[in-house]
């Protein structure tokens, strides 16, 4: 018989929030407004080159093997200096704060939702599921882009990393979580679209799991997984 879940926690960079897809517009923004055209042939090269040290240093920080701050400037600091430049000591760490700063700010407004986040979230409330986000995410801008895409109304409670110690796939974290929420491990269902931190950390924790494969449709769990989805619309077929 199919488990009855009360509550779902839920993961809200790329699995409702369109976290790529905002970036990739701030940092085509962040290129005009810093004149970046002089240092990269083109703007893709310095996507590309973005792209490539953000998604590895995110691993490193879930693993909490670098702070945020390390992030948040390596993360400019890596791709800028593979742009044309005779200044050896360029880009130094007052530059690529004030990238960052300004790369921040531009991502938290940016409203662009995941394709058919809105009616999920539709979906499960008048369902009577409780919801509560669980992100790595940066407490300063989390609320912020909640806001922006008009998600946050349909949730009972944020669980952020930085509040809770420690960062998701950590059991530390969970243990917060269902502290936080109320929530029963054998009620709860993690829904989520990153294999190692939501469904690993969640699976370790005991929970239920829901994989969002928006990246790659080939990729097969090395764990078995409660169930697994490519669209967020496939979602209304399980809950
Ligand atoms: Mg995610």
Redesign the pocket.
């Known amino acids: 018989m199919r488990q009855t879940y009360t509550d779902l926690f839920i993961?809200?960079?790329?699995?409702l929030y369109d976290?790529h897809g905002n970036a990739t517009i701030a940092l085509g923004e962040l290129f005009d407004e810093f004149r970046l055209g002089e240092r990269f042939d083109d703007v893709r090269t310095f996507r590309d080159a973005y792209w490539r040290t953000n998604v590895e240093l995110w691993a490193q920080y879930s693993r909490g093997e670098i702070s945020r701050d390390y992030l948040i400037l390596e993360r400019f600091r890596r791709p800028l200096s593979s742009g044309q430049h005779d200044d050896p000591s360029w880009p130094d760490a007052d530059y690529c704060g004030r990238m960052s700063d300004r790369f921040l700010e531009l991502c938290s407004v940016k409203p662009g939702v995941v394709e058919g986040a809105r009616e999920l979230m539709d979906y499960l409330r008048a369902k009577d599921y409780r919801m509560h986000i669980c992100?790595n995410g940066f407490h300063e801008v989390q609320y912020k882009k909640l806001k922006a895409c008009g998600l946050y109304h349909y949730f009972d409670t944020i669980i952020l990393s930085e509040d809770a110690g420690a960062n998701k796939p950590s059991k530390q974290f969970f243990d917060h979580a269902f502290r936080v929420s109320g929530a029963s491990r054998e009620r709860t269902l993690m829904i989520?679209?990153?294999y190692n931190?939501?469904i690993e950390g969640a699976m370790n924790a005991g929970l239920d799991t829901l994989f969002f494969k928006r990246w790659d449709p080939a990729f097969e769990p090395p764990r078995p997984v409660t169930y697994e989805v490519e669209t967020l619309r496939e979602i209304m077929e399980v809950l």
Request: charged residues 40%; proline residues 0%; without cysteine.
């Open positions: 993961d809200f960079d790329d699995t976290t992100s989520g679209d990153n931190t939501d």
